[in-house]
Each structure stands twice: as C-alpha cells, then as structure tokens.
C-alpha cells in the first residue's frame, strides 16, 4: 500500500487497462470505466454581480463530466483570477488513477485560496473533483483497501467509498467508506473485505470552499488530498480434504481420516454426514497432491 505522501507524485502516471488472473487465463476483475468531473469556480463581488477577474472551469460547458478509457491520461486544471486592486482567487483540481496487476489506485486534490490584497469585499472560491471506477469482479475476491485524506482549513471535505450494484444501482449501504471533514488534517482507514462476483462502484469526491459573505481583507485557503486504494485478489478457499491445514492432501491427512474412520471426529468427515467412512476417502483420494 502507498502512504498519504505519494498521492501528488501520481500525477506523472497513465491509466493503464488490465485484467487480473485468477484461474488461467481467466479474468478476476477488469475495469469497465473510470468516470470523472472536475470542476472550479471563484469571484470577487456578489454572486449576482461578480467583479472583474472572474473565472470558472470549463469556460465552455456547464458540466465537467467526462467518461475515460482506462487508458487515457490523468486530468489536471489549475486556474488564476485575478481581481480589483491586484486581488487573487486561485484554483487547482487534479485527478489521477492506475490499475495494475492486482491493484485500482486513484490520487486527487483539490485546492483553493483569496487574497484579497487588503481590500474589504466579498469573495469566493472553490474547487471540487469526483470520480469513480466500475469494477466487474468474476469470482470470489478479497479486498484490501487503504484510504487517506487530508483536509485543511475550513470547508474542505473529502469522502472515499465502495458499494455493490444492486437490483440496478448503487444506492445500498457502503461496504467500505471513509468521510474527512473540514480541518482534520490526515485521516486513514483499512480493511478487508470478501466480494462475491458482482459489479462495484470505487466513488471519491473531494471539495474545498473559501467564502466570506461579510467581506475582510486578508487572505484564506482550503486544500483536500485524498488517495485511495484497492487490492483484488482471489478468495482462497480451504481444501476441506486438507485436514492437517499444510496446503497438501498426503499420507498424513489420510492417516487422519483412517484414525476418525466410524466417528465425526479428527476433522475426517468430509462430507458433513456425522461418519467418517468411504465416501469421505473417496473425497480425499479425488483432492490427492501427494
């Protein structure tokens, strides 16, 4: 697992596509799509009547939602206002994500701040990124997954998920979630999971926010990093003819099953009928490694 540290250094990184194997040439998961919006907004003066230097992100569209190919690139924007008086708002969002092997990590920040170069007026800025990979797992997975956050100053919030499509949505309780507030500084949460094949979302959104409805001179400024990480590999499921537990069926998990032969017990019945007789010996021969 990567640490908080490493998520900006993600940025030099390509989505690249993959399928992981857990039987031969068998896919364990494979990634239908990774779905993003990244959008910013700042301005000085009131929201009906901003003041020069105004600036949003994407100039041209209402929306800043975009469908990737696994294998595109990251998405990155960073936009400058400039306002009255030599006054700032700047605004940085940033998106980036790679599967490998076994793995589906993202990386994303999300940054704002004013300046109001001594002036007393109204402004406001923010900045906010989301995304979310659709993950197809084929056969009974464990999960292992890292989320961390940092938040700082006011209005900052980030929140890392994992839920399962049922019945046609996402709309279920979250198998695994992780939501930082405002001025929290770093927070991280791990666990395991066990995933029966099925389709799942990884969901992420940061967002940061600078305002003052009153208006004072100075300067302000909210940052969110988040990273989040998952790693897929196939469920081992025990070999119930493997009584000894050494990951072999030998002479000596058969001298077991012989020893309980006519009980239940020293683990020779197999089969879970209450009697340790052939049949069981027949399922112990079948599972033979030697």
């Known amino acids: 697992m990567k640490n908080l540290t490493t998520t900006l250094a993600f940025a030099s990184l390509s989505i690249v596509s993959f399928q992981a194997a857990h039987a031969e040439d068998e896919p364990l998961f494979d990634v239908g799509s990774f779905?993003?919006?990244?959008?910013a907004e700042g301005r000085f003066g009131t929201s009906d009547a901003p003041l020069e230097g105004s600036?949003?992100?994407?100039?041209?569209?209402?929306?800043?939602?975009y469908v990737y190919d696994i294998a595109d690139t990251p998405m990155e924007f960073e936009q400058d206002g400039v306002g009255p008086?030599?006054?700032?708002?700047?605004?940085?969002?940033a998106c980036i994500a790679e599967v490998d092997e076994t793995t589906v990590t993202i990386g994303m920040m999300a940054e704002n701040s004013v300046d109001t170069a001594g002036q007393v007026m109204p402004y406001m800025t923010w900045a906010q990124v989301s995304g979310e990979f659709h993950i197809n797992i084929n056969a009974p997975a464990e999960l292992n997954y890292e989320f961390c956050a940092y938040t700082e100053n006011v209005s900052a919030y980030s929140v890392l998920r994992v839920k399962k499509l049922v019945n046609g949505t996402f709309g279920g309780a979250p198998l695994a979630e992780q939501n930082v507030p405002s001025n929290a500084g770093s927070i991280c949460s791990s666990g395991t999971l066990t995933l029966d094949p099925g389709y799942y979302q990884f969901y992420f959104a940061n967002w940061s926010n600078?305002?003052?409805?009153?208006g004072f001179p100075g300067s302000k400024s909210a940052m969110v990093v988040t990273m989040g990480e998952l790693e897929i590999t196939p469920l081992v499921v025990p070999n119930p003819a493997?009584?000894?537990?050494?990951?072999?069926?030998?002479?000596?998990?058969?001298?077991?099953?012989?020893?309980?032969?006519?009980?239940?017990?020293?683990?020779?019945d197999l089969n879970g009928d209450g009697t340790v007789d052939g049949q069981d010996l027949a399922i112990l021969l079948g599972a033979w490694t030697g």
Request: no cysteine.
């Open 35 to 39: 779905i993003a919006g990244m959008q």
């Open 55 to 65: 600036w949003s992100f994407p100039e041209d569209q209402e929306t800043a939602a």
């Open 85 to 93: 008086g030599g006054a700032t708002n700047h605004g940085r969002t």
């Open 210 to 214: 600078v305002t003052s409805q009153n």
């Open 242 to 268: 493997d009584i000894t537990g050494d990951g072999k069926v030998d002479g000596q998990d058969l001298a077991r099953l012989l020893g309980a032969w006519g009980s239940s017990a020293g683990g020779g």
